[in-house]
């Protein structure tokens, strides 16, 4: 398998332009994560979805972030407007998830978002 | 608040030294998993232990979890250059649907 596939890795934009980040998972896997890291905050869960539904978006930054999940093999984290506070590297993981036993999750490469 | 705490935040080493670090979180875990992050990479699973288990072994790799104390340790023994990275501990609080991970410990292997 090719592990979980992100694209872009990288990513420069002005403030204010509208980014999409995307996230293949792992096939046969039922969630999928993302996540922010940065130094000042170090990894942050963003939104998690089981089964493509989204359980817990508590993470989200505020309006300006956004996540889909239209099938099991794909995923989209979109930021419209941009801001430089945005400015991290974005993870996108997948796992199987059953009942109240979590397994071990399967990181993709990241995209680093620089926003200007 | 973290769940998971390192400690300590930053070590380094000789190679062929063993290298210890812990973790310590405040609430019940159904788990509790470690990660390692290379500079520039995601983050790869190396260990997970349930709450009803006390040690586990993987390779030179050895993870306690100490559930009366609230903290698991991560051992490596007979460290080597290509062991520098970054190591978290992340927990499954019970009845959570999340996995929350601590800060890290940055390990420097020095040849």
């Known amino acids: 398998d090719a592990g979980v596939i992100q694209s872009p890795r990288h990513e420069v934009t002005e403030m204010g332009q509208e980014v999409t980040l995307r996230c293949k998972p792992i096939?046969?896997?039922?969630?999928l994560f993302w996540y922010r890291q940065t130094m000042m905050r170090g990894l942050e869960l963003l939104i998690y979805?089981?089964?493509?539904?989204?359980?817990?978006d508590s993470g989200m930054p505020e309006d300006r972030f956004s996540a889909k999940m239209p099938n099991a093999s794909f995923s989209t984290l979109k930021i419209q407007p941009s801001e430089p506070r945005d400015s991290a590297v974005y993870f996108c993981?997948?796992?199987?998830?059953?009942?109240?036993?979590?397994?071990?999750?399967?990181f993709g490469p990241g995209t680093r978002l620089t926003v200007l | 608040s973290q769940q998971g705490e390192e400690d300590p935040q930053a070590l380094s080493i000789q190679e062929g030294e063993n290298a210890t670090m812990n973790c310590s979180y405040k609430?019940?875990?159904?788990?509790l998993q470690w990660y390692r992050q290379n500079s520039g990479r995601g983050l790869v699973h190396l260990i997970l232990?349930?709450?009803?288990?006390r040690e586990k072994h993987s390779g030179r790799l050895r993870v306690t979890l100490d559930t009366s104390k609230k903290s698991s340790s991560l051992l490596i023994t007979a460290s080597r250059a290509a062991d520098t990275a970054s190591y978290f501990c992340?927990?499954?609080?019970?009845?959570?649907?999340?996995?929350?991970f601590g800060q890290g410990t940055r390990l420097t292997i020095n040849p």
């Open positions: 609430t019940s875990i159904n788990n």
């Open positions: 979805f089981n089964n493509n539904v989204p359980i817990d």
């Open positions: 992340a927990t499954l609080t019970q009845g959570a649907q999340k996995l929350v």
């Open positions: 232990i349930r709450s009803n288990e």
């Open positions: 993981a997948s796992s199987s998830v059953g009942g109240a036993w979590w397994n071990e999750q399967f």
């Open positions: 096939s046969g896997h039922n969630s």
